[in-house]
């Protein structure tokens, strides 16, 4: 997560969607006084950030304290609704890649990337199952178990989409440079691609990985995404954004 009083930024930053490499992007354009949560330790020793920019927990109001993966309705309660009136931007992907891809960071402490591919569908497929159903800690606390396949709740109000600006995965760089020139400043992702080569090198595409069923299912379970933004079980799916506040 961002909080960039200076640009009048929020970023809320959901998982694997490139956020952290977002996060880095930004970070030179961060002024003292701003906020970062941390990224990992190879990729925060790259960060390139002013001096007097807070990189840690963020904290504002009370007790509370906002995270990485922070929702934007638990920033609400940190730092009050004022919070709203900056530009709020978070990242997107297509729901089933990102599915396959939050499965290999999942079981990253395995040897699932150099089992049998036939292996590796099965066990993604349990994975789903399991994984999959939206519960009240999703929306609440953004973490769910750390393995939400649907991040829709992260940016949402009451069930609006309260982002100015969706970043996608599939064209980030692009976006990234708009958000720039949104903001009077340059902007593109970093050398270092944040959490890379976590999922098989020349492995099958994401969508071998679904039968109908399965890609059926996620589709029920990411419906939203899939409707706000046009996905479609294709790897060429050109996503879209209209704003709707």
């Not at 999942?106 to 089992?115: A, E, L, Q, V």
Request: glycine share 8%; charged share 25%; aromatic share 10%.
């Amino acid at each position: 997560m961002i909080v960039s009083p200076s640009l009048g930024l929020l970023y809320i930053k959901p998982r694997k969607v490139a956020g952290s490499s977002v996060e880095l992007a930004l970070s030179p354009l961060l002024a003292p006084g701003d906020m970062a949560t941390p990224v990992n330790g190879q990729e925060e020793a790259a960060r390139d950030v002013a001096p007097g920019v807070r990189i840690g927990r963020i904290s504002g109001r009370g007790p509370l304290k906002l995270r990485d993966h922070s929702p934007l309705r638990r920033a609400v309660v940190v730092l009050g609704s004022g919070i709203l009136d900056f530009h709020i931007v978070t990242t997107e992907r297509n729901p089933w890649d990102r599915a396959v891809s939050q499965f290999f960071w999942s079981t990253r402490g395995t040897d699932m990337k150099n089992r049998p591919f036939a292996a590796q569908k099965r066990a993604f497929a349990d994975y789903v199952r399991r994984w999959g159903p939206v519960t009240w800690l999703d929306r609440v606390y953004g973490r769910k178990r750390q393995r939400s396949l649907s991040s829709i709740d992260m940016y949402t109000l009451r069930g609006k989409v309260m982002a100015d600006r969706v970043l996608f995965y599939e064209t980030l760089s692009d976006d990234l440079a708009a958000l720039g020139r949104h903001l009077g400043r340059q902007a593109s992702l970093p050398d270092l691609r944040a959490k890379s080569g976590i999922r098989p090198a020349g492995g099958p595409a994401w969508p071998e990985f679904y039968t109908p069923e399965l890609r059926d299912f996620v589709g029920e379970i990411c419906a939203r995404e899939i409707a706000t933004f046009g996905y479609a079980f294709d790897p060429d799916t050109r996503p879209h954004f209209t704003p709707q506040r």
